[in-house]
């Protein structure tokens, strides 16, 4: 999976879904970012139980979790964020699928990189990134022909990627 750009995608996305929030959700993020992560989650926890700005807490939720490395802690409360109505958005879908790689799910993690491709307002990396991680998702699915013509797509689009070279090298002996 790339990830090079992984801390900008997830300050923006916090920046774009952490406005105007309650206090507590506010706190969260303030203790999220000096990597408080225990005193941040209990925060979020708190707030997702009392049912007021519950999205949000589920989305904190899950980025501590995602900081922990607590892959399927933080799919589940993404995913909580979701059914709760928060707003579907390229960024998001990119950490659901990105937990769901780590989780071995390989066909969710592409449904939902297709998904946050197809959300508006995606930045030019993330859009990038997200494109790279499906080649990654067929390859772990060995659907090595779909594989293949994406990274073909992907090259003409970013001929400049060497990583993405060094990828299709290795898919043309498949």
């Known amino acids: 999976m790339k990830s090079k750009k992984w801390a900008l995608c997830v300050l923006v996305f916090m920046l774009l879904v952490f406005a105007g929030c309650t206090r507590a959700t506010e706190e969260g993020m303030e203790l999220f970012e ?12 708190k707030e997702a139980e009392s049912g007021e700005e519950q999205a949000e807490a589920y989305l904190g939720m899950g980025l501590v979790y995602w900081e922990q490395q607590k892959y399927e802690e933080a799919r589940n409360a993404f995913q909580k ?14 950490l ?32 990038q990134e997200m494109e790279f991680n ?3 998702a067929y390859e772990k699915l060995y ?31 498949r």
């Open 34 to 45: 000096q990597k408080k992560y225990d005193e941040a989650l209990e925060l979020f926890q």
């Open 81 to 94: 964020a979701l059914d709760a109505g928060t707003e579907k958005t390229g960024t998001l879908y990119n």
């Open 96 to 127: 659901l699928a990105s937990c769901e790689m780590q989780l071995g799910d390989y066909q969710s993690a592409l449904n939902h990189y297709n998904l946050g491709l197809q959300s508006e307002g995606n930045s030019a990396e993330l859009t």
């Open 134 to 136: 499906q080649i990654a």
């Open 143 to 173: 659907e090595w022909e779909s594989a293949k013509a994406k990274i073909e797509e992907y090259i003409a689009k970013y001929p400049d990627d060497e990583a993405a070279k060094k990828e299709a090298e290795f898919l043309r002996t």
